[in-house]
């Protein structure tokens, strides 16, 4: 009864994990926790496929994962199919799973980057909370918030009639740009880079036939290195030429250099055009960013600039 228990892959409250679980729902306040089983499990290479269900809530889960020790350094990477199996069948289905509901955009960060190795991103409910996080009191700007619930099921969390004329402007911007981007974000191949710097996270999304892709550069914290080093794009693949440019209304590198006026030389709005090959395995110089900002870049073919 009192031994430790063990961080699975989908951490169950189920299986007596008591921190944060793998997965959150709804089921109108009955069986509030998942209770998979493994079904299957077949070793393929490099890859593990496993396979797990539980019955009672009808959900089946289904996971690949790449052994890092075999392939040191891949980005975290999970396809999106159109035909869903960890879905309630023979009932209503849920639109998304909330990922961090009633949490602040920096704990979603850290939330939604491991939920979405299980779940994708258009059944990952993710929102715009409130400027000041009511659980941890901190306050964020709009574009953070917004940024990173535009990776998932986008919705909004607060009132908008309480919030400024300009908030509310910055807030349609954002919810305009999901509009444009869901196409991509919910049919794409996610992925997360292994970025060196502790302080800096990257994660996208590329289109199946590569055509179109957009990152977030997110700041979790104070860099040691300044300014920072060069982040690398996963998934681009080899080939063609980018057009890499930043994305508004996420284009604002808001840190020291820009607020200074000593912005990056090649983060305009015309950005820049580079083989795949280079984002992919150099990388870009990353703007400076104070912690808890983020930034997006679009980085489509040179047939869809």
């Known amino acids: 009864m009192d031994g430790p228990v063990d961080v699975a892959v989908l951490p169950e409250q189920s ?15 009955a069986a509030f926790s998942t209770a998979f089983r493994t079904t299957r499990a077949e070793r393929d290479g490099d890859r593990v496929r496993l396979g797990a269900r539980d019955t009672a809530a009808g959900l089946s889960l289904h996971l690949t994962i790449e052994l890092a020790a ?4 891949a980005p975290a990477r999970h396809r999106h199919q ?3 199996d960890a879905v309630h069948r023979g009932r209503r289905q849920p639109h998304a799973a909330g990922a961090a509901p009633g949490h602040g955009a920096p704990e979603r960060q850290r939330i939604q980057r491991w939920t979405n190795a299980l779940v994708p991103l258009e059944l990952m409910g993710t929102h715009v909370g409130a400027g000041e996080a009511h659980t941890t009191g901190r ?8 940024g990173t619930a535009l990776f998932g099921h986008f919705g909004i969390g607060w009132d908008p009639s309480a ?9 349609a911007a954002w919810m305009a740009l999901y509009k444009e981007l869901r196409g991509l974000l919910h049919t794409g191949t996610a992925v997360h880079a292994d970025h060196p710097d502790p302080a800096y996270q990257l994660h996208g999304v ?67 055009r580079l083989p ?10 990353a703007p400076v960013l104070f912690p808890e900002r983020l930034v997006l870049l679009r980085a489509p073919g040179s047939d869809g600039a």
Do not use: K
Request: charged share 20%.
């Open 70 to 73: 075999l392939r040191p350094a």
């Open 206 to 272: 590329v289109a199946e036939d590569g055509s179109d892709a957009l990152f977030a550069l997110v700041a979790m914290a104070t860099s040691p290195l300044y300014p920072p080093g060069p982040v690398r794009l996963p998934g681009l693949g080899a080939g063609a030429v980018c057009h890499a440019r930043p994305q508004p209304p996420g284009d604002v590198p808001d840190g020291n250099a820009h607020r200074r006026g000593v912005p990056l030389p090649w983060w305009t709005p015309e950005g820049v």
């Open 15 to 29: 299986a007596s994990w008591l921190g944060t679980p793998g997965l959150a729902g709804n089921r109108g306040g």
């Open 82 to 84: 159109r035909r869903r």
């Open 276 to 285: 795949r090959r280079v984002l992919a395995d150099a990388g870009f110089q």
């Open 139 to 146: 306050r964020h700007s709009p574009g953070f918030r917004a």
């Open 163 to 171: 919030a400024s004329p300009g908030d509310r402007e910055r807030l």
